[in-house]
């Protein structure tokens, strides 16, 4: 079988409109912002015999139109202009091709949408002119014209044919009533004669270029007057900030920031003024440029009157149509955000849980006021603008299809370099770089390199930060320096015990935590350490022992910050970290050794020390009624047990005599009896519970606050 040739041949389609020869309005200003859109501003002289246009991609046009901003100066501007845009699904069904966009074009298809049109037909040396009629398959050349039988069914429509068909040919009739047919395979060219006809399948071409987003358009000013500023937002690559470190310890530390930009339009930019924004204002895609209709109800006659004879290929249901529009696919925005984030956990603040309905959560205390450590973070500056705009200190010139890094920042900054441990046992030493935002603009992110001692010292990536911002940021290994932990003790000493009403009713204790840390340091290295370690606690927190105590805002922990000297050690310090903690627990979840312990401790006041001790009481009642419940369910499953394993038994004995059934189906009774009495018991011993449950929280009640 031969298959269909595909739209390799010559389409003459001429007379198709051209480029228009409109000048483009110069480029003199470009914005570039973080949510990848660029703002383009251009001025230039209107009026005169070329008139004055925006090259705007095809697939940026949307934007531009719900954008345009008309700046002024002396100028005016009467209209813009642009060529209309046909969806694909319009312009191909218009042309008579297949409506989906990426369905291929084969000349069947082409010589389909010409069906009743005059042309040419060119084959080999011949000439063929009329109208095409139709476009046949059959399964021999020779059999147009013979009388179909069962065994030569003749020609047939190749939308008609079920089959690939050996030979397709074209049918034309011509200008005095000839019908001629042209192989299919041997047409190398197609020209439509009207010149409608090739406008259409012109269009379809360029609805199917205009698909892709680089195709280049143009949007055509019309005005009068001096000059005049038009601006447009347009889809942009995203600049990303890179930032080098430079680390001296006589003078504050150099902070380079360089921009990397991309020119990926078809537009060389000749000395235009660069700006970028450090900022997310909000932009979203939205359909403007092609023509859209409304979709509007058939009414019909009650009674259907067809405008063509019945027997004619045509129903109702083709002059209805085919409902396109529900299977386009659209694009909605979803998304997703990419960041960079530092943080760890706490171990102590974390929550666990336990029992039947129990819930224990730790927290700080707001009750015993240690102190607040967060206090020693916060930054004199402030941020004044929602957005920052970075300039660059030279127009800049940047061919089209090429990228480049343009320097946005120079600025001393205050930092340190520091050793950085994650905490008491979280590995080895890391190198680290203090960094305090002492300008006044947001830093935007990006990575970071760090130079100090005439060379390279590791790299990161610095998060965004206001003025004022600090943060603690890992650059590399110091296997120099050594942290060892020699005792370890903590102890919880009760301060208040307060019961939260409503809900399920909690019992809150308000604790002070000691923790003695004894440690040794040492430093191999010849040159000094500032070795800070991230300590698991809250704000809420007093640290004896180290030589200074700072804040991590961004991990949420204090910091012990130890001074190590040229090959120092420090042997056997002691660091104490108190902090003013809370633990709330379910009633359910109250530990009878705990509510023991709080019975007798002599740093809670007399009415909750008797408070806790009728809770005792109530609670060990509560605790035998859970245990009589888990005796009477173990119990149940045992007799559960029992009786599948009898009725196991009576049904192996199925062809037996009934009176050898007699007494295992007396036992087998027995034993559901006894299930019977058990599930009541059960029934009663949760009632029981839930009494307890509820004894136990009315002790409770005299800590309310």
């Known amino acids: 079988m031969r298959r269909l040739a595909s739209l390799s041949i010559i389409l003459a389609v001429s007379g198709c409109a051209t480029l228009s020869q409109e000048r483009p309005l110069p480029l003199t200003k470009l914005r570039l912002y973080e949510t990848g859109v660029g703002y383009y501003e251009r001025a230039g002289q ?35 202009a642009f060529d209309s845009r046909q969806s694909p699904a319009v312009a191909r069904a218009r042309a008579g091709l297949p409506p989906e966009s990426d369905a291929p074009i084969r000349v069947h298809d082409v010589l389909l949408g010409l069906r009743g049109h005059e042309l040419v037909l060119t084959s080999g040396r011949k000439r063929v002119r009329g109208r095409l009629v139709d476009v046949i398959g059959v399964p021999d050349a020779d059999r147009l014209g013979v009388e179909p039988t069962e065994d030569n069914p003749g020609p047939t429509t190749a939308e008609q044919a079920g089959a690939t068909p050996d030979k397709t040919f074209a049918l034309v009739v011509t200008a005095t009533g000839r019908y001629r047919r042209v192989d299919v395979a041997t047409i190398h060219e197609i020209t439509p004669v009207d010149p409608g006809v090739r406008s259409r399948m012109q269009a379809a071409l360029d609805a199917t270029v205009a698909l892709h987003s680089n195709a280049r358009g143009q949007l055509e000013v019309e005005g009068e007057g001096a000059s005049v ?39 060389d930019w000749d000395d235009i003024t660069l700006e970028l924004v450090n900022g997310r204002p909000d932009s979203f895609l939205f359909p403007l440029a092609a023509p859209r209709y409304e979709r509007r109800d058939l009414v019909v006659p009650d009674r259907e009157l067809s405008s063509v004879p019945q027997l004619l290929d045509t129903t109702p249901d083709a002059m209805w149509g085919d409902f396109l529009d529900t299977d386009l696919v659209t694009y909605g925005s979803g998304g997703t955000s990419t960041g960079y984030g530092y943080g760890s956990g706490h171990g102590s603040l974390g929550s666990r849980s336990s029992g039947r309905g129990a819930r224990i959560e730790l927290g700080n205390s707001e009750l015993v006021a240690v102190g607040n450590l967060a206090e020693l973070a916060v930054g004199q500056g402030r941020e004044t603008k929602t957005a920052f705009v970075y300039g660059a200190g030279e127009p800049l010139d940047l061919a089209a299809g090429r990228s480049a890094m343009v320097p946005f920042l120079q600025s001393s900054l205050e930092s340190a370099a520091v050793t950085w441990f994650g905490g008491f046992s979280s590995g080895p030493a890391r190198h680290a770089v203090q960094v305090l935002n002492s300008t006044s603009q947001t830093l935007p992110e990006g990575t970071l390199s760090v130079f100090g001692d005439g060379g390279f010292a590791g790299e990161t990536v610095l998060p965004r930060l206001k003025p004022g911002e600090r943060r603690f940021l890992e650059i590399g290994d110091d ?37 003695t840390i004894t440690l040794d340091l040492a430093n191999r290295s010849g040159q000094a350490r500032h070795v800070h370690v991230l300590v698991a606690a809250g704000s809420n927190t007093t640290i004896e022992g180290a030589d200074k105590v700072d804040f991590d805002v961004d991990r949420g922990q204090p910091v012990a910050i130890f001074e190590l000297a040229p090959n120092g050690r420090i042997d056997a310090r002691k660091l104490v ?29 007399e009415a909750e020390r008797t408070a806790i001790t009728a809770t005792q009481a109530k609670l060990i009642e509560l605790r035998a009624a859970e245990a009589e419940v888990t005796r009477l369910d173990a119990e149940i499953a045992t007799i559960t047990a029992d009786i599948e394993r009898l009725r196991g038994h009576l049904q192996a004995m199925s062809g037996d005599s009934a009176g050898e059934k007699g007494p295992l189906v007396t036992r087998l009774l027995s034993t559901e009896d006894q299930l019977q009495i058990r599930r009541r018991e059960l029934a009663a011993a949760k009632v029981t519970v839930d009494s307890r449950i509820e004894a136990t929280r009315a002790t409770l009640v005299a800590l309310a606050l």
Request: glycine share 8%; proline share 6%; hydrophobic share 35%.
């Open 479 to 515: 296997p120099d320096t050594e942290l060892t932990i020699v005792d370890r003790e903590s102890d919880d000493l009760p301060k208040q015990l307060v019961y939260l009403e409503g809900g399920n009713g909690d019992l809150q204790e308000h604790f002070l935590r000691t923790t």
């Open 46 to 80: 209107l009026g005169g015999p070329s008139g004055a246009s925006l090259p705007v991609p095809s697939g940026h046009l949307d934007d531009a139109l719900k954008s345009l901003v008309v700046l002024g100066e002396d100028g005016s501007v009467r209209s813009i």
């Open 577 to 605: 970290i108190k902090e003013g903690l809370s633990r709330t627990n379910a009633v359910t979840s109250l530990s009878l050794p705990r509510i023991e312990r709080l019975s007798t401790a002599r740093s809670l006041t």
């Open 229 to 267: 500023r038009l601006g447009y937002l347009a889809e942009s690559p995203v600049w990303r900030a890179s930032y080098r470190l430079v680390l001296d310890p006589s003078k504050p530390s150099a902070l380079q920031g360089w921009a990397l930009v991309h020119n990926d339009t078809e537009e």
